[in-house]
């Protein structure tokens, strides 16, 4: 990995003196700027080419996220199932049918997982703890690149990249290491601004009136 002051470094040399001093930005500084969010909720639409499918295949739900750790992922389309994970544990819900489990028994999900929640957070040492951690570009759009650091978790995933906007995630691709690769594009979604209370309608009085 790269780290923030040597990519600082490479970003700024040979510029002049009052350049030098502006602040990298790097891992730090985008898990503060995610961190000051505590929750959310999105619109999500996603792509997933598989190996043996002829056509890519898409699902379109929503997201929700409350820090620490709990993350929800309602799918509507092309049918409707929800995932909910709190923790190491994960509740799948299709149809009638119910299913936990523990999270890290699905090394793939788990990595997904972990990625989104230590990022949506702006938990840096979580995302350290399973990732090799890369931070390119600027607060305005910048790019996470995650690369499993553990070999069985690698034999699996080859990387998990996010692309964002300020605290704002706007995609999310998940490479496969046999060629598998999912595209989530993602749309926050903004409360309605509140209307303004209706004020009674005052006429002023005719002249010459007497009140």
Not at 128 to 144: D, I, P, Y
């Amino acid at each position: 990995m790269v780290g923030g002051a040597v990519w600082a470094w490479a970003l700024f040399a040979g510029r002049p003196a009052a350049a030098q001093g502006a602040a990298a930005f790097d891992l730090a500084a985008l898990m503060a700027l995610l961190a000051q969010r505590k929750s959310g909720e999105a619109r999500f639409t996603e792509e997933r080419t598989v190996t043996g499918f002829d056509s890519p295949l898409r699902a379109s739900g929503t997201l929700s996220f409350t820090a620490p750790d709990r993350f929800a992922r309602q799918t509507l389309e092309p049918q409707r199932e929800r995932m909910e994970v709190a923790g190491n544990q994960v509740r799948l819900e299709r149809g009638t049918r119910v299913r936990q489990m523990a999270l890290d028994a699905v090394p793939e999900l788990a990595a997904l997982i972990e990625g989104l929640r230590g990022t949506l957070s702006g938990n840096g040492a979580l995302l350290r703890q399973h990732f090799e951690v890369r931070v390119t570009g600027q607060a305005r759009l910048w790019t996470l690149t995650l690369t499993p650091h553990d070999s069985a978790l690698a034999a699996q995933v080859r990387l998990l990249q996010i692309v964002g906007t300020g605290a704002d995630l706007r995609t999310v691709e998940l490479q496969l290491a046999g060629g598998d690769r999912s595209l989530m594009t993602i749309e926050a979604i903004t409360a309605p601004t509140p209307a303004a209370p209706a004020r009674a309608a005052v006429t002023a009085p005719a002249a010459g009136s007497s009140r």
